[in-house]
């Protein structure tokens, strides 16, 4: 199996290489137009925009017509009928391989942004046993984990939960996700506390760098 290569996109959306091939997760409004189009295959965690924007997954399916999605039923239902057989409703347990990435999946539910607001559900992918991304929840995939993809600032989370989280699941690093709502102001008050206190290394990427995995 080839080396991994991950791209990091604006906010939660990340591109993974290997073998030539590539996959991208979560190409939200957020991010750039185009982040998805290229793409072998596309992963999506849940509806919200910063995370699904329906037009854009859309051109990248059109634009390349071997390229395939896997996501949850509530986005699957919005573009299945338009590219038929393309378009995969994954959900908790569940194991696929996609354009040559083994993943798992992991995961239920969004994690809660107020009690009076209903809880959507909200899938993360553990990719090649290494890469996990949780969407917007801090879900533990109970596998090891190599790189963490930290949702390190949402309505939903503190910090100390974050910290939190990363030393529940232990991995060898985070690459901070999740993060266009963060000002230049306070990263390095997150990177200072995640390097500090995580028990992890910290790793934060400008959108379009990358690294080796």
Same mark, same amino acid.
């Given at each position: 199996?080839?080396?991994?290569? $991950?791209?990091?996109?604006?906010?939660?959306?990340?591109?993974? #290489?290997?073998?030539?091939?590539?996959? &991208?997760?979560? +190409?939200? $409004?957020?991010? #750039?137009?185009?982040?998805?189009?290229?793409?072998?295959? !596309?992963?999506?965690?849940?509806?919200?925009?910063?995370?699904?924007?329906?037009?854009?997954?859309?051109?990248?399916?059109?634009?390349?017509?071997?390229?395939?999605?896997?996501?949850?039923? *509530? &986005?699957?239902?919005? !573009?299945? %009928?338009?590219?038929?057989?393309?378009?995969?409703?994954?959900?908790?347990?569940?194991?696929?391989?996609?354009?040559? @990435?083994?993943?798992? &999946?992991?995961?239920? $539910?969004?994690?809660? !942004?107020? =009690?009076?607001?209903?809880?959507?559900?909200? !899938?993360?992918?553990?990719?090649?046993?290494?890469? @996990?991304?949780?969407?917007?929840?801090?879900?533990?995939?109970?596998?090891?984990?190599?790189?963490?993809?930290?949702? &390190?600032? %949402? +309505?939903? *989370?503190?910090?100390?939960?974050?910290?939190?989280?990363?030393?529940?699941?232990?991995?060898?690093? /985070?690459?901070?996700?999740?993060?266009?709502?963060?000002?230049?102001?306070?990263? =390095?008050?997150?990177?200072?506390?995640? /390097?500090? $206190?995580?028990?992890?290394?910290?790793?934060?990427?400008? =959108?379009?760098?990358?690294?080796?995995?």
């Amino acid at each position: 199996m080839g080396r991994m290569e $991950l791209t990091k996109k604006t906010h939660a959306c990340v591109r993974l #290489e290997k073998d030539g091939r590539s996959l &991208v997760v979560d +190409p939200g $409004l957020f991010g #750039e137009a185009d982040a998805a189009v290229g793409a072998d295959a !596309i992963l999506v965690t849940h509806e919200h925009p910063d995370h699904f924007a329906e037009d854009r997954l859309r051109a990248a399916l059109e634009a390349n017509p071997a390229a395939e999605v896997w996501t949850l039923r *509530s &986005v699957a239902e919005q !573009i299945s %009928a338009a590219f038929p057989g393309r378009v995969h409703t994954v959900g908790h347990g569940d194991t696929f391989t996609a354009a040559g @990435f083994d993943v798992q &999946v992991h995961g239920e $539910l969004h994690a809660v !942004i107020h =009690p009076d607001l209903p809880r959507i559900t909200n !899938i993360g992918f553990l990719v090649d046993g290494s890469v @996990f991304h949780p969407g917007d929840a801090l879900t533990v995939p109970g596998h090891p984990v190599d790189t963490l993809l930290l949702p &390190v600032m %949402a +309505p939903w *989370s503190k910090v100390s939960e974050v910290i939190d989280y990363v030393r529940e699941v232990k991995p060898r690093r /985070t690459i901070d996700v999740h993060d266009a709502l963060l000002t230049d102001l306070a990263r =390095p008050v997150y990177d200072t506390h995640l /390097t500090n $206190l995580s028990g992890a290394e910290h790793l934060r990427l400008a =959108p379009g760098d990358g690294t080796g995995l």
